[in-house]
């Protein structure tokens, strides 16, 4: 009776599978103006497009409390002036996989596991396109660059059953940056620093085998 306890914990997996709905919501505020040979009002500031999309996790449990993550999706924005130029699309359909892996600590209060984590990732823009509002200024081209960065993790698994299966509650926070850049043909016309810093929350199905 008194070895029942441990071993039921070593017959939990450790191998964990998420399906999530993700809502990515960015900053996009510019930081700072690098290069402008166009004349933006001296006031300009920007916004990205928050964006729902699916996510897969997968998660592997390195001890019953410790686990690392990572996850695997994609999302796309736009960037808009909210100040100078207001209204105007100055980036179109950037399309983004916000690679992320986590170290995350759970705590075992029976059928609900709540957990912490930080960890690293790295932005890739896979595309973006000039904005509508960028057309008449010359721009051909548009790129973001980019980077890595911290994040930050908190959540919660609730079983259902002993099958293994569950739900998930997830939040992120990202701290990263970009530059984003606009060319008329060869030229370098605009050169911004951009804080992304976004939210992300997921909910969703879990299933540790």
């Excluded at 808009?80 to 705590?107: C, F, N, R």
């Excluded at 904005?131 to 919660?156: H, I, M, W, Y």
């Excluded at 992120?172 to 850049?181: M, S």
Aim: with cysteine.
């Amino acid at each position: 009776m008194l070895a029942a306890p441990a071993m039921a914990q070593d017959d939990v997996g450790k191998l964990q599978v998420k399906l999530l709905g993700t809502y990515v919501a960015p900053d996009g505020e510019i930081t700072d103006v690098r290069t402008d040979i166009v004349g933006l009002p001296a006031a300009t500031q920007t916004e990205s497009s928050d964006n729902f999309v699916p996510t897969l996790a997968i998660e592997y449990f390195v001890t019953p409390n410790f686990s690392v993550e990572t996850i695997c999706c994609m999302t796309q924005h736009d960037v808009d002036a909210t100040a100078g130029l207001p209204g105007a699309e100055l980036v179109s359909d950037a399309k983004l996989i916000p690679a992320t892996l986590t170290a995350k600590y759970h705590v075992d209060l029976g059928g609900v596991k709540p957990y912490a984590g930080i960890g690293a990732t790295y932005f890739w823009w896979v595309d973006s396109e000039p904005g509508a509002g960028t057309v008449p200024l010359g721009v051909t081209r548009t790129t973001l660059s980019d980077e890595f960065g911290l994040v930050l993790q908190g959540g919660a698994d609730i079983a259902i059953g002993t099958s293994g299966l569950g739900v998930t509650f997830d939040a992120k926070r990202y701290f990263v940056d970009t530059t984003a850049r606009w060319y008329a043909d060869n030229t370098l016309a605009i050169e911004t620093e951009h804080k992304l810093d976004p939210w992300v929350i997921s909910a969703g199905l879990s299933y540790r085998f």
